[in-house]
């Protein structure tokens, strides 16, 4: 179902177990830096088949909300068993009424890509390898990011980008054009998973769109982000 990294493993007490004969229960302490605090309700949720619908992470209080990424983190081969990444060309919709700070963005947006307990990263880099395809998604493909004025308001903490501080909104909407997404008022991101070149033509039906003459190498046109 899922697994974590643990090490600095002591035993410190054995003794017969109660469940079957031959088996004994052990007691240990350990070091694990990714079983966080909160994580059980998701596990448990997850365990049972309840983790079925999206917005289960809506009301989760800010302290549960990294929790719950690193359990789609750390079960998603689990729930990736039998299912192929989306074919190219895809549109995922990523809802933003919800997003209210970073760990909510990156559920919403692995929401929008996994479904119900997604994972497309949690945090600036992981999302950035993400939007080169694979986890879910096939390059090229389309973001669209509904009520994302509202997100953008929820965004606006500074955070370090390089030698600068940008708005986090502004961030990831740079991390977005890096992978090949240009922004526009009226359209779509699309995201080819390879850094923008300057200077390509645009497709007609790009430029039909009136976005800015940007593309992905390739031939990969790109669209834009609301």
Known sequence: MGSYFVNELTVIDVKPSASRAGLVDLTVTLWCENA?????????????GHLNHTGMW????????????????WSR????????????GQVFTVDGRHIVDRD?????IGEAINGPGG???WNLDALDDRLRGGWGATTPFSLHWDFSDEA????AKRVPAGDRELALF?????????????????????????????????????????VMPSA?????STNSIR
């Open 36 to 48: 966080l605090p909160g994580a059980e309700r998701p596990w448990e949720l997850l365990r049972t």
């Open 58 to 73: 809506h009301e989760l209080a800010p302290e549960d909300r990294h929790a719950w990424l690193s359990v789609a983190l």
């Open 77 to 88: 081969e689990y729930q990736s068993q039998g299912k192929s990444d989306a074919p190219a």
């Open 104 to 108: 909510t963005f990156y559920c919403a």
């Open 119 to 121: 994972y497309f990263g």
């Open 152 to 155: 953008r308001t929820q965004l």
């Open 170 to 210: 502004d961030l990831l909407l740079e991390i977005f054009k890096e992978r090949g997404c240009e922004r526009h008022p009226s359209v779509t991101a699309r995201c080819c998973g390879r850094t923008a070149v300057r200077g390509v033509p645009c497709s007609p039906q790009v430029k039909s769109a009136g």
């Open 216 to 220: 992905c190498p390739g031939g990969h």
